[in-house]
């Protein structure tokens, strides 16, 4: 209840910020490389962990704030999650698992952008925070051994409860972005460092957290 009362609360802010002083409002999409970073007290799981390929669109505000300086607010629905691929013997056969998570999420980026032009190219970069909040997910294992296959897919349980759910919806961490502008076309690569831990299970120091690779183009409409 908490985190969809901040979520609101997010939300009225860009609505706000992009009703009464946007000067240019973007619509935006490209590629993610998502992954997870996994570990408790004893090990971290997660270094041999792919990368998987995913989505982000939505729209983003830009609110000038005096000559280079700008301040940047949004939404955007992104995917996350991660890819992992085991092969192992047990009695002389060979065990495989594949398994992969897709998690879905509606990010706010809240950042500090500044943009240097040459000539009719600008560049930029901008810093910030971003929340993030899961609106749906799903995992998907395929386990083989002795030349049988077996496939499950479950969809993620969000909340708090160590027993009965998986991960916690909110999520927040850092936005690094540098890109190129020509006219009304932007291109940026950025990169989402998960500050906070979504894992359900916190016991000996459970971690998980997501980090994401994003390549974006975005149209600006300049009023």
């Not at 500044?114 to 899961?134: D, E, M, R, T």
């Amino acid at each position: 209840m908490k985190n969809q009362i901040l979520l609101q609360i997010l939300m009225m802010l860009v609505v706000c910020s992009t009703s009464s002083f946007t000067q240019t409002l973007s619509v935006k999409a490209g590629l993610n490389l998502s992954n997870f970073f996994v570990k408790d007290d004893h090990e971290t799981y997660s270094e041999d962990y792919k990368w998987r390929s995913g989505i982000h669109v939505g729209a983003i505000a830009e609110i000038p704030i005096r000559n280079m300086l700008s301040f940047e607010t949004g939404l955007l629905l992104s995917t996350k999650g991660h890819r992992e691929m085991v092969e192992d013997t047990f009695l002389g056969e060979t065990i495989k698992l594949k398994a992969s998570t897709r998690l879905y999420y509606l990010d706010i980026p809240i950042n500090a952008k500044v943009s240097i032009p040459a000539g009719k190219l600008k560049f930029y970069g901008s810093i910030g925070p971003y929340f993030g909040f899961g609106i749906y997910g799903k995992t998907k294992t395929e386990f083989t051994f002795q030349g049988n296959t077996e496939k499950e897919d479950e969809d993620i349980s969000w909340g708090s409860d160590e027993e009965d759910d998986h991960l916690r919806r909110l999520d927040l961490g850092l936005t690094v972005t540098a890109g190129i502008e020509l006219k009304f076309i932007q291109i940026g690569l950025s990169y989402n460092l998960g500050l906070a831990n979504i894992s359900s299970f916190r016991e000996e120091g459970a971690t998980i957290k997501n980090k994401v690779i994003g390549i974006s183009l975005a149209y600006r409409f300049v009023r």
